[in-house]
């Protein structure tokens, strides 16, 4: 291996700050999801084709290993390696759509849900659907043959694909959809074709080798390299295509993958059915196999307990007998007749000639009621993750078995972990399939751990292949956890062609070596991630990284998880003495990449399985670090009004500097001073407002009304006057007052209100007790000034009624801007909807309310054109992180200005800050939605 020239090579096309080779971020980046660590020796995040291509020539040239990474929610350590990695980072993000959605093209960044979401209008999605859609990527899904609930055996990406492109481990590529590069290819590439169709051929005239394929593959199967390619094609190239499904990233690059999707029907019917025994729950399943069914997923009695506290199944679980266990069926049709028919086809299956069930059920249309059962299923991994204790990890083995041998299997099953003490297993899985997945909590510590689950494995390994011809992994790839039982499971002869099929595609082994093949009879017992005790807040974190796509700082730093991992890494070379020079290098990187650069929004929480914020991490570790600071905050909580003032007179020199200077001129000046000042005045930013003076200081003198409104002014919005670009130049707290009039409401300002603050500058600085004192003080005059909660309350800043809802006394009546709106404004006035092109960016807080869908249905009655820009989540402003770390909201809202229509001249939202930072980074001025409203409304005669 020539590393370096490969290295000076790559640096050559590759953009410097896209190859990765620090300590910090080498571990962070090559984390995956499995219980393996590999630290890469560099990570180069790849925007293109062409640097994808002359990456693997490079790798090619100087025999230097390259491993692809999508979104690395990989199980088996596939997605991992100590060499090169090289990872999607966030572009490949194109589709393209054909035959009214019968056919997409995806490139491999987009995320699984995401491809989804562009196929929906035409009623239809992707086959494929792993529990991890929401964060798997296409690379990832296709080069995993992933599956899930529904999808089975017939619509994996294997049996749903029309087109690949690829390249290949010499530079070369291929598009099946595009006839001229096939043709250029087999020119090119006429032995690696001619070889593989004899490899076809000699599988096909084999016939008990034929017969093996065709058996495994009746089962859901990914352990090893696509054998069916060889008998279910003839013409080399679908043979070739096909083998990179499942390849796991061994056989050649994913650049494009275009599927046939399938009807996402819209009528479903859940059903949560009881039964007193597995043996009778299996029998269910054959039966249920002959029945219209789109899933039946079997949990046992622990994965049933792991869940109990659920609403749902709390009160049947107190009526089951231990040994109980449940299986979750969903049935599925494009119209109701069809839908009806169909529930009562699976009824009678189940009831005649006796009662299958041991409690009665019923199939559920309630959207909300069968959300819940499915959350109940997929809350069984994560719940054994969230339980496990401390320091030890949760792993989960996939096997399938024939659906008639399931109850058998599940008993040989219990009686391996019997034998092995595995005593907290739990069950679940895809039973039509005969996939089961089964979770533990498992030590690696001392070497007794290791040969416990050595045994495991062993004893599974063989009664799953030996007994029931199964398959040791279902779905979610062979990597290197089941590398070793690989010919076990195929025997010799099918081995061998799956090395032949390395050789042809691979010959100088580059492409993610020792993953599905491996001569290392124990890799899967080597490399074991270590998970110490690091902290309350984030131990229970199974690195999933489900939470990574949500996060604003994941392409300028670090993921959620990867903050994780890091802090995991420090907290173990805490105690380590021999690795002081490594703990040295993470803590130089850690607090910018981890700390500074966290927005803090906490939406990596929505889509964390185990709950956590790591947002409360960050902000836990600042207020160790702002302990001597303290004085200061409290100077600051007690001066409140003082501060904002300070700010006001800031800005209103900033902005006659600026009409003399320029926004140009201005921002480097300001720059020059905040590097003097240490980062402590901030960076200038363009759509900087003038101050806002604007603020009726007693309560409005006439009272026509019968309505009154307490209006909580946030002090962003005490602050800060209107976009210098828009045209309504009112501040938002003078617009308030005129809309508030118009809808008949009397407007109360709370006595003081220029000293008070919803405590979050505060909180996310880690001053909890300043924050908190705030919150209390906000309280009481919301109390006073509602007549103790006589009248709503209404808070004209999204994030800030998130902070204050913390310390509101419970008859107090708070609103959020969108749900006031809704309804109390949108009622009491005529709106007149605009025509205009619109962009709405709905804030984290929102997000986190639950609120996003009502901030779209409000934006949806003031104006005909709402556009919801993809792929953004938090603009990571974050209060004053916009001033002080800019580089974090440019980063979080990089793709924003693309997605603007040409036609669209302004955006809106629920934040002043975070609409400092869209206006500049999306080229059109953002303002509250409450301008819209204004404008497109009257009053109500
Ligand atoms: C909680 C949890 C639940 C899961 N549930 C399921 C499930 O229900 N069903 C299931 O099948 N899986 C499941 N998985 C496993 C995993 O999420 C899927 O296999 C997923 O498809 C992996 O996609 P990824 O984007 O994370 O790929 P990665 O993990 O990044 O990569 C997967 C493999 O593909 C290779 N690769 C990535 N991109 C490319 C490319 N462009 N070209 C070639 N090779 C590439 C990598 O080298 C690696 O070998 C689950 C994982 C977790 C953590
Ligand atoms: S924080 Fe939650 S979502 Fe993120 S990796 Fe950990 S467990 Fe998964
Ligand atoms: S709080 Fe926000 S910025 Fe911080 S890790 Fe979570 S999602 Fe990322």
Redesign the pocket.
């Known amino acids: 291996m020539q590393y370096l020239e490969f290295l000076s090579q790559v640096k050559a096309l590759c953009p410097s700050n896209n190859i990765i080779e620090d300590p910090l971020r080498t571990l962070a980046y090559g984390t995956d999801a499995s219980f393996y660590r590999l630290i890469p020796k560099a990570v180069i995040k790849v925007d293109n084709l062409k640097e994808v291509t002359h990456i693997i020539r490079t790798a090619h040239q100087f025999s230097v290993p390259i491993t692809f990474r999508a979104a690395g929610t990989s199980l088996s350590g596939q997605a991992i390696t100590e060499f090169v990695l090289i990872s999607l980072g966030n572009k490949w993000q194109q589709y393209e759509i054909f035959q009214e959605g019968k056919i997409i093209q995806l490139e491999p960044g987009i995320i699984g849900a995401q491809a989804n979401k562009y196929l929906a209008p035409f009623g239809r999605k992707i086959g494929p659907d792993p529990a991890s859609i929401n964060a798997a990527k296409i690379g990832g899904i296709a080069a995993n043959n992933a599956s899930g609930m529904c999808c089975g055996t017939a619509h994996n990406t294997y049996h749903t694909l029309h087109a690949i492109h690829c390249i290949l481990a010499d530079g070369s590529q291929v598009n099946t959809a595009d006839q001229d590069s096939i043709n250029a290819f087999k020119s090119t590439h006429k032995t690696m074709l001619e070889a593989l169709s004899d490899l076809a051929n000699l599988v096909k005239s084999d016939t008990l080798l034929r017969q093996k394929i065709e058996h495994k593959y009746r089962l859901k199967n990914t352990t090893g390299y696509a054998l069916n390619a060889l008998i279910d094609f003839h013409d080399p190239i679908d043979i070739l295509a096909h083998l990179l499904i499942g390849s796991e990233g061994t056989l050649g690059f994913i650049a494009k993958v275009q599927y046939h999707t399938i009807i996402d029907e819209k009528h479903k019917a859940s059903a949560l059915i009881f039964f007193e025994s597995m043996q009778q729950a299996c029998a269910a399943v054959s039966t249920l196999k002959k029945t219209p069914v789109a899933a039946v997923e079997l949990m046992d009695w622990p994965a049933l307990n792991s869940v109990r506290h659920h609403d749902v199944i709390n009160q049947t679980m107190s009526q089951l007998n231990e040994g109980a266990c449940a299986l979750l069926v969903e049935t599925r049709a494009q119209d109701q007749a069809l839908l009806e028919q169909q529930v009562n086809h699976i009824n009678r299956a189940l009831r005649e000639p006796c009662n299958l069930a041991c409690i009665d059920y019923e199939f559920s249309q309630d959207v909300g009621l069968c959300a819940k059962y499915w959350g109940i299923r997929k809350g069984i991994f994560p719940a054994v993750g969230a339980i496990r204790s401390t320091g030890s990890t949760v792993l989960i083995e996939d096997v399938a078995y024939p659906v008639e041998e399931l109850a058998n299997a599940v008993k040989d099953l219990h009686g391996i972990f019997d034998k092995w003490h595995y005593h907290e297993t739990v069950i679940f899985g895809h039973a039509l399939e005969g996939n089961l997945h089964f979770v533990f909590p498992q030590s690696f510590d001392t070497a007794a751990d290791l040969e416990r689950y050595a045994g495991l494995m062993e004893d599974v390994a063989n009664m799953t292949v030996e007994k029931y011809q199964g398959s040791l992994k279902a779905e979610h790839g062979t990597g290197r956890n089941m590398a070793p039982f690989v010919e076990r499971e195929w025997g010799e002869k099918a081995y061998g062609i799956m090395q032949k099929i390395k050789h042809i595609f691979d010959p100088t082994g580059i492409l993610n070596p020792g993953v599905i093949l491996n001569d290392n009879k124990n890799v899967h017992l080597e490399n074991l991630k270590p998970l110490p005790v690091s902290n309350p807040l984030i131990d229970a974190c199974i690195e999933c990284g489900f ?1 990574e796509s ?5 392409d300028l730093t670090l ?2 998880r990867q ?1 994780i991992v890091v802090s995991r890494e420090l907290s173990r070379l805490a105690n380590k003495p021999e690795e002081k020079e490594r703990l040295l290098a993470l803590e130089k990187d850690y607090q910018y990449q981890a700390i500074d650069t ?8 929505m889509a964390c399985p185990v709950g956590i ?3 409360d991490l ?1 902000r836990h570790i600042r207020q160790i670090q702002n302990k001597p600071h303290q004085s200061k905050a409290k100077w600051a909580a007690r001066h409140f009004e003082g501060s904002t003032q300070v700010m006001k007179i800031a800005l209103d020199s900033a902005n006659l500097t600026r009409k003399v200077i320029g926004n140009n001129t201005m921002g480097k000046l300001v720059s020059k001073v905040n590097n003097l000042s240490k980062g402590k005045v901030g960076e200038w930013r363009p759509s900087m407002p003038k101050a806002n003076h604007w603020l009726k200081q007693t309560t409005q003198s006439h009272h026509r009304y019968g309505k009154k409104v307490v209006y909580f002014p946030s002090c962003a919005n005490r602050t800060l006057g209107a976009d210098p670009d828009q045209n309504d130049k009112r501040s938002l707290t003078q617009l308030m007052y005129d809309l508030l009039d118009k809808a008949g409401f009397e407007v109360i300002l709370p006595k003081q209100v220029a000293d008070l603050c919803c405590g979050m500058p505060f909180q996310s600085k880690g001053f909890f007790e300043q924050a908190e004192q705030k919150r209390q003080q906000l309280n009481q005059a919301l109390v006073s000034a509602s007549e103790d909660g006589k009248w709503p309350i209404l808070f004209d800043t999204s994030p800030c009624i998130n902070s204050a809802n913390h310390g509101l006394a419970d008859n107090l009546s708070a609103y959020d801007p969108i749900r006031f709106a809704l309804e109390h404004l949108v009622p009491a006035l005529n709106i007149q909807k605009s025509q205009e092109c619109i962009s709405l960016h709905v804030t ?1 807080s929102t997000k986190k309310a639950g609120l996003e869908q009502n901030m779209l249905t409000l934006a949806n009655q003031l104006c005909e054109n709402i556009h919801l820009p993809e792929n953004i989540t ?1 603009c990571g402003f974050a209060g004053d992180k916009g001033f002080t770390q800019p580089e974090l909201n440019e980063s979080a809202l990089a793709g924003l200005k693309q997605t603007i229509p040409a036609d669209c001249k302004r955006g809106v939202s629920s934040s002043r800050t975070c609409e400092i930072g869209l206006s500049e980074h999306a080229g059109i001025p953002y303002q509250s939605l409450y301008y819209l409203l204004d404008e497109v409304s009257e009053t109500r005669a």
Do not use: D, F
């Open positions: 939470c949500h996060c604003p700082s994941k993921s959620p903050r966290c927005a803090g929004c906490g939406l990596c929480s914020n790591t947002g960050t984290c938090c």
